[in-house]
């Protein structure tokens, strides 16, 4: 709906209504704390899987695991009570196919580190990789277009991996 103010004269377009004014607060508050807690928990898994005995494939599996059912939680969550995605629901239902996808990344990136964690390095320095995959996918299937800063970011993505494989 369009608003002239009264006052000033100044046209206002709402874009959008907010359906809980201060939620998003909570949100974001509780994003942050859990990331952290994820982080957390993620540096404790890779010190205990330098030393190869300590590193079980089940403890691996049950915290990378967790941490993506979260995600798929909240994004859940979050449709149902700020209403932003209950119209959407495909795109609701993508976030949660995402979701469960990232999960099974994470099972078999954990696994793999689990099986040989000498490898830890060289798997951990491809994980950026993933990014480019998705910059390139929104690119050709979206048609979004890649800023400066975000093609300056893929180049720091693919050096690492590189620089890596070229060191030996």
Same mark, same amino acid.
């Given at each position: 709906?369009?608003?002239?103010?009264?006052?000033?004269?100044?046209?206002?377009?709402? /874009?959008?209504?907010?359906?809980?004014?201060?939620?998003?607060?909570?949100?974001?508050? *509780?994003?942050?704390?859990?990331?952290?807690?994820?982080?957390?928990?993620?540096?404790? /898994?890779?010190?205990? +899987?330098?030393?190869?005995?300590?590193?079980? *494939?089940?403890?691996?599996?049950?915290?990378?695991?967790?941490?993506?059912? /979260?995600?798929?939680?909240?994004?859940?969550?979050?449709?149902?009570?700020?209403?932003?995605?209950?119209?959407?629901?495909?795109?609701?239902? *993508?976030?949660?196919?995402?979701?469960?996808?990232?999960?099974?990344?994470?099972? &078999?990136?954990?696994?793999?580190?689990?099986?040989?964690?000498?490898?830890?390095?060289?798997?951990?320095? +491809? &994980?950026?990789?993933?990014?480019?995959?998705?910059?390139?996918?929104?690119?050709?299937?979206?048609?979004?277009?890649? &800023?400066?800063?975000?093609?300056?970011?893929?180049?720091?993505? +693919?050096?690492?991996?590189?620089?890596?494989? *070229?060191?030996?």
């Amino acid at each position: 709906a369009v608003q002239v103010s009264p006052t000033s004269g100044v046209m206002t377009v709402e /874009v959008a209504r907010k359906t809980h004014p201060f939620r998003w607060v909570f949100f974001a508050l *509780l994003a942050n704390v859990l990331g952290g807690c994820g982080a957390f928990t993620c540096a404790a /898994v890779m010190n205990s +899987i330098e030393n190869p005995a300590s590193a079980l *494939l089940s403890n691996l599996t049950v915290v990378w695991c967790s941490i993506g059912v /979260v995600g798929v939680v909240g994004t859940v969550a979050q449709a149902v009570t700020v209403g932003e995605l209950a119209s959407n629901r495909v795109g609701l239902m *993508l976030g949660v196919v995402a979701g469960c996808l990232n999960v099974m990344g994470m099972a &078999l990136v954990s696994w793999a580190m689990a099986v040989d964690p000498k490898a830890a390095g060289p798997t951990t320095a +491809i &994980l950026p990789l993933g990014a480019i995959v998705v910059c390139v996918l929104a690119w050709v299937l979206l048609g979004e277009k890649l &800023l400066p800063r975000q093609l300056a970011g893929i180049l720091v993505c +693919i050096s690492g991996p590189v620089c890596m494989s *070229l060191t030996g």
